[in-house]
């Protein structure tokens, strides 16, 4: 089984879309996490530990941690998968920015017809 490099592009232009939209959701919910985290209201330390484990309070506490330790682990791996893709956008022409950009990564509408409008070539040309 051989791996299609081809395949892989399109599926991560594709991808950049969601990927940026998940940055964003990202970022709020890492807003949003860090917000209840401050307006949390702990009691204050006691000396001895609740019967049977810990209390209610702090067990949320230690959720919205966990669950923010847990988005920005997300953020990164996003930002990280951005970055690649960025890396690799940068290098190529405007032109094949833009007929990539259309194909693939634009929404809406036919890419061919697109093209066509645009660079004033054939519907047969654009798919090439």
Partial sequence: ???????LAEDELRAVRQLRAAEAICRDRLAELGDE?????????????VRGGG???EERWL???????????????????????NTAWAVLAERDRTVLADWYIEP??????RITRREGCSRR????
């Fill in 55 to 57: 209390s209610k309070t």
């Fill in 37 to 49: 985290l401050r307006s949390f209201r702990t009691p204050s330390p006691q000396t001895e530990p």
């Fill in 1 to 7: 089984m051989t791996l299609d490099y081809r395949k």
């Fill in 125 to 128: 040309t654009a798919f090439r």
């Fill in 63 to 85: 959720s919205i941690i966990a669950a923010q330790q847990d988005e920005e682990r997300r953020l990164r791996n996003v930002r990280r998968r951005l970055k690649r893709f």
């Fill in 108 to 113: 809406g509408g036919d890419p061919a017809d």
